[in-house]
């Protein structure tokens, strides 16, 4: 149980151009889910939290014009990077929690990693 | 704010040998969560091992275990009888408790464990 999964795993665009990366919980609801951006040889960095039906809130820093989060469903949350740039290009990684299951933990999905050119 | 410190970018250890990485955090909250994750080369994060602030028993999952020290703020994870399979990046986190809505984790800078066979 508490599988999540990316789409793509990997994915390489045109400057200027969005890209969408859709995160799932297969096996279970997930009620928050966490977007973050991990740079090479480097850790995790939150950019937001999204709750289901509301608006993510953002860390400082990350422009919420440039990274949408949109958390429709229990099972979906999808991150678009909009006018892509190549210093967008990075690795992509989300989590998701239930309240319904250990509700300490994060389940985090494979990763989507950006090639922006 | 939390911050969480790993002081040990690189470890190597040969295979079967004992190894401990350490963490240490900072927080003025009294219930809380910490957690060891592992990233190894496929860069999907891994839950290794969790404990609870209020717990004094030190958590265990087989060959890993904790040694919490609460007062000292320091959370170090033991590997026993390490395997090839343990090379990857191993990053400490913290997180406040769920009680007061969904919290993040707040992660250390990671540390390289390379098993040597």
């Known amino acids: 149980g508490a599988v999540v999964s990316q789409h793509p795993s990997r994915v390489i665009c045109k400057s200027g151009t969005s890209v969408k990366i859709e995160c799932r919980s297969l096996d279970f609801q997930a009620t928050t889910m966490f977007w973050y951006r991990q740079f090479p040889k480097q850790s995790l960095m939150l950019m937001a939290t999204?709750?289901?039906?509301?608006?993510?809130?953002?860390e400082q820093g990350v422009e919420k014009d440039k990274f949408l989060i949109n958390h429709a469903s229990l099972t979906l949350s999808t991150l678009t990077v909009t006018s892509a740039h190549p210093e967008d290009s990075s690795f992509y990684i989300c989590?998701?929690?239930?309240?319904?299951?250990?509700?300490?933990?994060?389940?985090f999905g494979p990763g989507t990693r950006l090639t922006v050119l | 704010a939390q911050t969480v410190t790993q002081s040990q970018p690189e470890m190597s250890v040969q295979e079967a040998e004992t190894v401990t990485l350490s963490c240490t955090y900072d927080t003025s909250e009294n219930n809380y969560y910490l957690f060891w994750y592992k990233q190894p080369p496929s860069r999907q994060m891994i839950l290794v091992i969790r404990q609870e602030a209020y717990k004094q028993q030190n958590a265990t999952e087989n060959r890993f275990s904790v040694n919490f020290q609460k007062a000292a703020k320091s959370f170090s994870l033991k590997i026993s009888d390490s395997q090839l399979g343990d090379t990857a990046m191993y990053f400490c986190?913290?997180?406040?408790?769920?009680?007061?809505?969904?919290?993040?984790?707040?992660f250390g800078q990671g540390t390289r464990l390379t098993i040597n066979p």
């Open positions: 999204s709750n289901e039906g509301s608006k993510a809130t953002y």
């Open positions: 989590s998701a929690r239930s309240s319904r299951m250990i509700r300490d933990t994060q389940y």
């Open positions: 986190a913290f997180m406040k408790h769920y009680s007061q809505g969904a919290q993040k984790l707040v």
